[in-house]
């Protein structure tokens, strides 16, 4: 339960900072019009590396027939799928042909994180103060997984 109440204050942080520009990573954007297309502008980004998915929570054995182990199952599904999206990563940045292409990918990874931590939250909350909350997050942290590994395979095919 104490990991969840991180994961919160991390959350609520993010938040925080996403509402004031600035975004995981530390870089403060926004956003300029090109034509019709809006165009993100970031500075101060430390490097230009993929960034990487890295769970905090110390992984529980999966059992399906309890609460703990039901949050275990999700977390041991977090972890195998966030290696996947790590992999898609890696082979996409690669193709990132110059630094702006970088650039955009890793605000849009860093702040999919964002969106990630927080969807889940907000799923979670219907149960807050109750053992199915880290079970409900978790799983909604598998499904968000499932569905961001989808979309990054089909933007690898289209390089």
């Given at each position: 339960?104490?990991t969840?109440?991180?994961?919160?204050?991390?959350?609520t942080i993010?938040?925080m900072l996403?509402?004031?520009?600035?975004?995981v990573?530390?870089?403060w954007r926004?956003f300029?019009?090109?034509?019709n297309a809006?165009?993100v502008?970031?500075?101060?980004?430390?490097?230009?590396?993929?960034?990487?998915?890295?769970?905090k929570?110390?992984?529980?054995?999966?059992?399906?027939?309890?609460?703990?182990?039901m949050?275990?199952?999700?977390?041991?599904?977090?972890?195998?799928l966030d290696?996947?999206?790590?992999?898609?990563?890696g082979?996409?940045?690669t193709?990132?042909?110059?630094?702006?292409?970088?650039?955009?990918?890793?605000?849009?990874?860093?702040?999919?994180?964002t969106?990630r931590?927080?969807?889940?939250?907000?799923?979670?909350d219907?149960?807050?103060?109750?053992?199915?909350?880290p079970?409900?997050?978790a799983?909604?942290?598998v499904q968000?997984?499932?569905?961001?590994?989808?979309n990054?395979?089909n933007?690898l095919?289209s390089?």
């Amino acid at each position: 339960m104490k990991t969840r109440c991180v994961r919160r204050v991390f959350i609520t942080i993010s938040l925080m900072l996403a509402s004031f520009g600035v975004g995981v990573a530390g870089t403060w954007r926004h956003f300029e019009h090109a034509g019709n297309a809006a165009v993100v502008s970031t500075t101060t980004l430390p490097s230009l590396t993929v960034p990487i998915l890295r769970e905090k929570f110390t992984l529980l054995p999966c059992n399906a027939s309890t609460t703990i182990g039901m949050e275990g199952c999700a977390e041991h599904q977090i972890v195998a799928l966030d290696e996947k999206i790590n992999q898609l990563r890696g082979q996409i940045f690669t193709l990132l042909h110059d630094s702006s292409a970088k650039r955009r990918f890793i605000v849009a990874e860093t702040d999919w994180q964002t969106y990630r931590q927080a969807a889940c939250a907000s799923v979670a909350d219907v149960y807050e103060g109750g053992s199915q909350s880290p079970v409900v997050f978790a799983q909604c942290e598998v499904q968000l997984d499932q569905q961001h590994r989808t979309n990054l395979s089909n933007l690898l095919r289209s390089y």
